[in-house]
């Protein structure tokens, strides 16, 4: 396709786009790869198409597509260009007061270079809820980034991702550390969706990701249940706590409560899935414990975060 033509289909497909046109633009994109496959561009703008008409698990496949035909340079500059459709579609966003669709914009971009990350480093992650709290991670944990003797507890790791993705972005100081407490059995929610063979691999699974980092030694696995492994932690000690283990009410508040002594003044918890039911048991959804701890200890934390996860600072002891 010469520049003219490129030229001429990026314009086109333009104004369906700010037409908010979405069915048409996804053909035209679509049609666009069929007669040149090479042409990049078209990849990316349907993406965007397909996330504007809300068909996020198509964009999701048609990047991961992608991804699988990519070298490790081509994973790096494609991720580049796609991000930078996504970012150019937030800013548009946050320019006429959508600063909720910005905000998705936002996210897509940070899942897209997840993806591409996990690509590059190669992972082996069977299961991924950890991709969509990135965007909130980027913002509110960068200041640890880089810093000498981070060190971090970790509450429920399975396969490794959010460890993993620490050791990557944050514990990137040679005397950075992270703890990893998990039992590797699953909790209630994980052995009514997942088969006994699957759960027994996941050990193997956050072994071999954490081998995958190239700097195992900054992580100590310690297998077993956080109530009971917690107890033996150095006080105040850890820059941040991420708990992620048992969803119910009740292990989540004992989490909290265990590790709130283990945290420096200054320090972060994080408390993933804060909005997880249990159908038949709605006493035990996870938000009732993580609202108690927050109650309880209202005049000690700084809510800096409330949504799908919450983050708190530990501003006294």
Same mark, same amino acid.
């Given at each position: ?103 998705? @914009? ?41 810093? *000498? ?79 009971? @492994? @917690? ?8 820059? @941040? ?37 249990? *159908? ?38």
């Amino acid at each position: 396709m010469s520049n003219n033509l490129e030229e001429r289909s990026s314009s086109n497909g333009a104004k369906y786009l700010a037409q908010q046109k979405y069915s048409e633009a996804i053909a035209f994109y679509k049609q666009g790869i069929e007669t040149d496959p090479t042409f990049m561009s078209n990849y990316w703008h349907l993406c965007l198409a397909l996330l504007l008409q809300e068909q996020e698990s198509e964009a999701m496949a048609t990047w991961l597509s992608i991804l699988e035909k990519a070298d490790i340079e081509k994973v790096n500059t494609w991720t580049l260009d796609l991000v930078k459709v996504l970012i150019a579609e937030a800013i548009r966003c946050e320019a006429v007061s959508d600063f909720k669709s910005a905000r998705k @914009m936002y996210g897509y971009a940070a899942i897209a270079r997840s993806q591409a990350w996990k690509k590059v480093k190669g992972y082996e992650f069977i299961t991924d809820w950890f991709s969509q709290n990135l965007p909130i991670w980027e913002q509110y944990l960068i200041h640890l980034a880089n810093k *000498p003797e981070i060190n971090i507890l970790e509450i429920g790791s399975w396969e490794g991702m959010s460890a993993c993705w620490l050791l990557d972005n944050i514990l990137t100081h040679e005397s950075s550390r992270i703890t990893c407490i998990d039992t590797f059995e699953g909790s209630i929610e994980h052995k009514l969706e997942y088969n006994d063979s699957y759960i027994k691999s996941v050990e193997e699974k956050f072994d071999f990701n954490i081998s995958q980092t190239k700097v195992p030694e900054k992580v100590t696995k310690i297998v077993g249940s956080s109530q009971d @492994m @917690m107890r033996s932690l150095p006080l105040t000690n850890y820059d @941040m706590l991420y708990i992620d283990g048992s969803h119910l009410a009740s292990d989540a508040l004992t989490d909290a409560v265990l590790g709130w002594g283990l945290v420096k003044v200054g320090g972060l918890i994080v408390f993933d899935d804060y909005d997880y039911t249990f *159908p038949d048991d709605l006493e035990q959804d996870t938000k009732i414990g993580i609202d108690a701890f927050l109650q309880a200890f209202c005049k000690k934390v700084n809510i800096i975060h409330q949504g799908h996860q919450v983050i708190v600072e530990k501003t006294s002891c």
